[in-house]
């Protein structure tokens, strides 16, 4: 009997430990989505202001933030899609704006 008690107060030490590494994990990539929706608004913001580099650093961390939460791969690819289209045209209108200084 003693045993038995021995064993299933084990069991309920092991599944008290993993349920609560669980919730950490959880709460973790919680807020990791929480911040990736921030920074996307940021972005959006950012572009309805047409400040395209501000824009490109939200995306560049949201996306650091996204794979950092180890989410499904379609979600992460879809915020690279739009961070790399995003970054593409800071440069080129960086690159616009510092030719027009140039001449």
């Given amino acids: 009997m003693k045993k038995v008690v021995l064993i299933s107060a ?3 030490i092991a599944a008290t430990t993993v349920a609560s590494a669980t919730l950490v994990v959880s ?3 919680t807020a990791r989505l ?6 996307q608004n940021l972005s959006i913001i950012a572009l ?3 400040d395209l580099m501000l824009a490109c650093k939200a995306e560049i961390v949201a996306a650091n933030a996204l794979g950092k939460s180890k989410h499904r791969s379609d979600v992460a690819g879809s ?4 961070r790399d289209t995003i970054c593409n045209q800071a ?3 960086d690159l616009k704006k510092n030719k027009s200084k140039k001449a």
């Fill in 48 to 50: 309805e202001n047409k």
């Fill in 10 to 12: 084990l069991v309920a």
């Fill in 27 to 29: 709460k973790d990539r």
């Fill in 91 to 93: 440069v080129v209108a």
């Fill in 79 to 82: 915020i690279k899609k739009s």
């Fill in 34 to 39: 929480e911040q990736v929706a921030r920074l």
